[in-house]
């Protein structure tokens, strides 16, 4: 990696005069309570933060593509789930990138308008650098996965796509297709895709979703929704079930689908995959949510092996035992337990739910509790994410929405069709849905939103968004936050010369300053898309200094002292640390 100013960067034992003061073999404190003051975990704040955004226009931004799937209005199920985003850093100079997975039409589903890479110039200024690539993907793509497979260094991009998939492998100034050579071309309608360590061997595998069989010569016909002729789908179409590959080291993957025992269960209509370690065993489960049919949690055994729980868990449903459309996925610890939640964004007429990790593969919904529920109903949400956008030392939550049906409205349906986003900020031990227009125009402009990525794309320290509309524009909401706290991004780099996962993608961090823990996870997945894999923290001022504790997916805990705030940390893992990895 090549630092950009403004990132510092803490190697291992190996460089022990750069690391001095910095390791510590104590473990850091923690606190699984809230602090004292208003119950979200974090000091009252003598002036609260303000909260700002801006939308960016393509002239400002550079980004000037439009995103196709399908026409307007979508008339069949095909048309619906838009293109997916991807935040990569792809030449490794500090900043990021932004892929857009783009699609095509029913009539010429392979010669689309074309897949674009923008490159980051600085100051949120980009240029598009697809030819100069190498890349020319026109087929109609849906979603994409970021994660270095070969271990080179160098992010790689696989694509989900209607019709045989694609993997992109970044060679250093170009990207070539390498699909039929590592075998994973899965052909049937892919969504979602994630890069994981699920085997535990150190390099990535990859989970792929699988939505539906839709034949475009002999489409379905049309069918009705509260009364009102729509578009068939999915109930009544075929289901297809997910794959599993498991990286062979060589560029190559096998399909463990069967031998893992993923694919035992029965095949449903997925649209999205989270990787990360829910149970806090060292090993890394998959949690896909399926569309109008249970969604499942994949409890990794170890050895490859794994057992589907999504019903024994309290994953699959809702608290009233409905299977819900499950689009968005978003991971936080919302009631500061030390366990990673889940929320997932569903159909409208239905709520959002946030599905709290009692511990023990456990979950209880607590949407009600936390204040999520009912102002969802009226919403179709697609992309989501936690993050702590004003810096006030909790985090935020962002969704976008849009409805399927371009016959729906209020009379109609109890919904629009397009719709604005749902901003919620955290006040104490609820969440509360931002309305203030002066936050930003944005939460009062209805669109047909369906993916989002978040991530510091200006080099400030706070949480930027780019949203991908249904055969819209992408636009860049910049973040121009006043007030709150500090702000610490923390990047993991695994350089160790059998590595083959060197952004850490499973790891779980902890920044303990002021007597409190706050806890990310860095995984892939997500709604069609993925965001910045690292791992990012507002800090109330005057917490600090910091202590800083990663757990690696292989379980093995780096620990460091005496952390300031205001910095893009970049972490190596040490080549031969003093302490073996913690065992699992």
């Known amino acids: 990696m090549?630092?950009?100013?403004?990132?510092?960067?803490?190697?291992?034992?190996?460089?022990?005069?750069?690391?001095?003061?910095?390791?510590?073999?104590?473990?850091?404190?923690?606190?699984?309570?809230?602090?004292a003051g208003d119950g979200s975990g974090r000091p009252g704040?003598?002036?609260?933060?303000?909260?700002?955004?801006?939308?960016?226009?393509?002239?400002?931004?550079?980004?000037?593509?439009?995103?196709?799937?399908?026409?307007?209005?979508?008339?069949?199920i095909i048309e619906v789930n838009g293109g997916g985003l991807g935040l990569i850093d792809y030449d490794n100079d500090g900043d990021l990138d932004l892929f857009v997975a783009n699609g095509a039409t029913i009539g010429e589903p392979e010669n689309g308008p074309g897949?674009?890479?923008?490159?980051?110039?600085?100051?949120?200024?980009?240029?598009?650098?697809?030819?100069?690539?190498?890349?020319?993907?026109?087929?109609?793509?849906?979603?994409?996965?970021?994660?270095?497979?070969?271990?080179?260094?160098?992010?790689?991009?696989?694509?989900?796509?209607?019709?045989?998939?694609?993997?992109?492998?970044?060679?250093?100034?170009?990207?070539?297709?390498?699909?039929?050579?590592?075998?994973?071309?899965?052909?049937?309608?892919?969504?979602s895709a994630a890069f994981g360590d699920i085997d535990g061997d150190g390099d990535l595998d990859l989970y792929v979703v699988n939505y539906l069989h839709f034949d475009l010569a002999h489409p379905p016909p049309r069918s009705r929704f509260k009364g009102v002729v729509v578009m068939a789908g999915p109930r009544g179409l075929t289901p297809e079930p997910d794959v599993l590959y498991e990286n062979i080291g060589d560029g190559t993957f096998r399909d463990i689908s069967a031998?893992?025992?993923?694919?035992?269960?029965?095949?449903?209509?997925?649209?999205s995959v989270v990787i990360l370690d829910l149970d806090g065993d060292g090993r890394q489960d998959i949690f896909v949510g399926n569309d109008s049919m249970a969604n499942f949690l994949f409890h990794n055994l170890g050895g490859a092996r794994f057992e589907e729980i999504g019903r024994l868990s309290g994953v699959a449903a809702n608290a009233d035992g409905s299977e819900q459309a499950t689009m968005g996925i978003g991971i936080a610890d919302v009631?500061?337990?030390g366990s990673p939640d889940v929320f997932t964004t569903n159909f409208s007429g239905d709520t959002n739910t946030l599905q709290i990790n009692l511990g023990e593969n456990l979950f209880d919904d607590r949407t009600m509790q936390f204040g999520l529920g009912m102002v969802?109903?009226?919403?179709?949400?697609?992309?989501?994410?936690?993050?702590?956008?004003?810096?006030?030392?909790?985090?935020?939550?962002?969704?976008?929405?849009?409805?399927?049906?371009p016959e729906a409205s209020m009379e109609a349906m109890d919904s629009p069709y397009q719709q604005p986003p749902l901003l919620f900020t955290r006040t104490g031990a609820r969440f509360q849905r931002v309305t203030d227009p002066q936050v930003g125009a944005f939460l009062g402009e209805p669109h047909r939103d369906r993916a989002a990525v978040f991530g510091d794309l200006d080099g400030d320290g706070d949480?930027?968004?780019?949203?991908?509309?249904?055969?819209?524009?992408?636009?860049?909401?910049?973040?121009?936050?006043?007030?709150?706290?500090?702000?610490?991004?923390?990047?993991?780099?695994?350089?160790?010369?059998?590595?083959?996962?060197?952004?850490?993608?499973?790891?779980?961090?902890?920044?303990t300053g002021g007597g409190v823990t706050r806890r990310r996870w860095i995984y892939g997945g997500g709604f069609q898309s993925a965001s910045a894999s690292y791992a990012h923290f507002g800090l109330p001022s005057g917490s600090g200094p910091f202590a800083v504790q990663i757990i690696w997916p292989d379980g093995f805990r780096q620990r460091l002292n005496n952390i300031s705030g205001g910095q893009h940390l970049v972490v190596v893992r040490p080549h031969n640390p003093l302490s073996p990895p913690e065992s699992r």
């Open 463 to 511: 949480i930027d968004v780019v949203v991908g509309e249904l055969n819209g524009p992408v636009r860049v909401l910049r973040n121009d936050r006043s007030g709150g706290g500090e702000w610490l991004i923390i990047q993991l780099s695994d350089t160790r010369p059998a590595a083959g996962n060197h952004r850490g993608l499973g790891s779980r961090v902890e920044v």
């Open 335 to 337: 009631d500061g337990n």
């Open 115 to 191: 897949c674009r890479l923008y490159e980051n110039l600085g100051r949120l200024r980009f240029r598009d650098v697809t030819r100069h690539l190498g890349i020319n993907v026109r087929r109609w793509a849906m979603g994409v996965a970021v994660g270095d497979y070969d271990g080179d260094g160098r992010d790689d991009l696989y694509l989900t796509c209607y019709g045989p998939n694609i993997l992109l492998r970044n060679v250093g100034g170009r990207f070539q297709d390498v699909t039929k050579e590592a075998g994973v071309g899965d052909s049937r309608w892919g969504t």
């Open 259 to 271: 031998a893992s025992a993923c694919g035992a269960v029965q095949a449903a209509y997925g649209l």
């Open 2 to 35: 090549r630092p950009r100013a403004g990132v510092r960067l803490v190697a291992g034992l190996a460089a022990a005069a750069l690391f001095a003061g910095c390791w510590c073999t104590a473990e850091a404190g923690s606190s699984d309570g809230a602090a």
């Open 45 to 76: 704040l003598a002036d609260p933060p303000a909260l700002r955004f801006k939308t960016l226009t393509a002239a400002e931004t550079g980004i000037d593509v439009q995103m196709r799937c399908g026409e307007i209005p979508s008339r069949q």
């Open 376 to 405: 969802s109903r009226t919403f179709l949400g697609w992309s989501c994410g936690f993050y702590d956008f004003d810096l006030d030392g909790d985090e935020d939550l962002l969704a976008v929405n849009g409805h399927v049906y």
